[in-house]
């Protein structure tokens, strides 16, 4: 079967999509799994063995994007998240069996319709796109390898803070507060500690640069890939971040996490947990309330200080 998957928004969200790419393709070896991605996912979604081809977006007009789908010849596609523009092309360009969730005014463009009131986060975001997949076939097991994407690199005694924010992030520490975990850390003296930034985030690498001035800390800037950047995050021992798209870069590969989430559902960790083995994630929850949020950074300090 030629199966098409749509998840054509930001890192962290395709990723929540490739276990539902994975149990797809393992269902039935035979079936052909493309995926409509953003620029930026290019390279992963090139990496994954259990895709067999890549269509980018790169913004084209509804009926460019019809023409362009229609070539392929897709048997059906799954939509994880869906706007107008791509619900009418694939609509436009005769996709037999068009699955996604009953949600917005999109979905009318598709015929099954799957009613999942993500809104109620009765579960993670990745988990409801592999719901999607039984629409498409009832019996398919949704269990997928963790780590999904492992890269077979030595581990080296490095702990990783990303104190960049973005994506659906809606809480994070400050820089401030970084320095203060990252001090904790240093006094160990067993780790190497590494600081990364994505390839727009400069500026911030040098406001924390001068904040660490004279500690034996190392910076990074993301500048050659994520690819590159994954099998970095494979070798180290925790990363440390908001819940953004590396933070899920680093489930995917396998590596431990704590990350910070607001203290809201929508944000929270219960919708935006990673695919990665839940023994080896901690979320904390960032409360608005100065004296809580005091109080769990101090609960993180000292989960970072027993390492």
Same mark, same amino acid.
């Given at each position: 079967m030629?199966?098409?998957?749509?998840?054509n928004?930001?890192?962290?969200d395709? &990723?929540t999509?490739?276990?539902?790419c994975?149990?797809?393709?393992e269902?039935?070896?035979?079936?052909?799994?493309?995926?409509?991605?953003a620029?930026?996912?290019?390279? $992963?979604?090139?990496?994954?063995?259990?895709? *067999?081809e890549? &269509?980018?977006?790169?913004?084209?007009?509804v009926?460019?994007l019809?023409r362009?789908?229609?070539?392929?010849g897709?048997d059906?596609?799954v939509t994880?998240?869906?706007?107008t523009?791509?619900?009418?092309a !694939?609509?436009?360009?005769?996709?037999?069996k068009?699955?996604?969730p009953?949600?917005?005014i999109?979905?009318?463009?598709?015929?099954r319709? +799957?009613?999942?009131r993500?809104? !109620?986060v009765?579960?993670? @975001?990745f988990?409801?796109?592999?719901?999607?997949?039984?629409a498409?076939?009832? *019996?398919i097991?949704?269990?997928?390898? /963790?780590?999904?994407?492992?890269?077979? +690199?030595?581990?080296?005694?490095?702990?990783?803070?990303?104190?960049?924010f973005?994506?659906?992030?809606?809480?994070?520490?400050?820089l401030?507060?970084?320095?203060?975990?990252? *001090?904790? +850390?240093?006094?160990?003296g067993?780790y190497?500690?590494v600081?990364?930034?994505?390839?727009?985030e400069?500026?911030l690498?040098?406001?924390? !640069?001068?904040?660490?001035?004279?500690?034996?800390v @190392?910076?990074?800037v993301?500048k050659?890939?994520?690819i590159?950047f994954?099998k970095?995050?494979?070798?180290?021992r925790?990363f440390v971040?908001?819940?953004?798209?590396?933070?899920?870069?680093?489930?995917?590969?396998g590596?431990?996490?704590?990350?910070?989430f607001?203290?809201?559902l929508?944000?929270s960790? /219960?919708?935006w947990k990673? &695919?990665?083995?839940e023994? &080896?994630?901690?979320?904390y929850?960032?409360? @608005?309330?100065?004296?809580?949020?005091?109080?769990?950074? @101090?609960? +993180?300090?000292?989960? $970072?200080?027993?390492l």
């Amino acid at each position: 079967m030629n199966i098409l998957i749509v998840r054509n928004d930001k890192l962290g969200d395709f &990723i929540t999509a490739l276990p539902t790419c994975k149990v797809l393709k393992e269902y039935d070896p035979s079936n052909k799994i493309t995926v409509f991605v953003a620029p930026l996912n290019e390279e $992963l979604a090139k990496s994954c063995d259990f895709i *067999d081809e890549v &269509i980018v977006d790169r913004g084209e007009s509804v009926g460019e994007l019809a023409r362009k789908l229609k070539s392929y010849g897709f048997d059906v596609s799954v939509t994880l998240f869906s706007n107008t523009r791509v619900a009418l092309a !694939q609509f436009m360009a005769g996709i037999p069996k068009r699955i996604a969730p009953a949600t917005k005014i999109a979905q009318i463009f598709y015929n099954r319709r +799957v009613k999942q009131r993500r809104s !109620q986060v009765k579960m993670a @975001e990745f988990e409801y796109n592999l719901q999607l997949a039984k629409a498409l076939f009832e *019996d398919i097991s949704l269990k997928y390898p /963790k780590p999904l994407c492992p890269f077979n +690199v030595p581990k080296e005694d490095i702990i990783v803070f990303h104190p960049g924010f973005g994506g659906s992030s809606d809480a994070n520490f400050s820089l401030d507060e970084y320095v203060e975990m990252i *001090d904790v +850390v240093l006094q160990k003296g067993k780790y190497r500690v590494v600081l990364t930034f994505g390839p727009d985030e400069e500026e911030l690498c040098r406001r924390m !640069q001068e904040k660490l001035a004279g500690r034996d800390v @190392e910076f990074k800037v993301s500048k050659d890939g994520l690819i590159a950047f994954a099998k970095f995050l494979a070798g180290v021992r925790l990363f440390v971040s908001t819940s953004t798209g590396t933070y899920h870069l680093a489930s995917l590969v396998g590596t431990p996490t704590l990350t910070f989430f607001a203290d809201t559902l929508f944000a929270s960790s /219960k919708r935006w947990k990673s &695919i990665g083995d839940e023994k &080896i994630q901690k979320h904390y929850m960032l409360p @608005e309330d100065e004296s809580k949020r005091k109080a769990i950074l @101090e609960e +993180v300090k000292r989960t $970072l200080s027993a390492l």
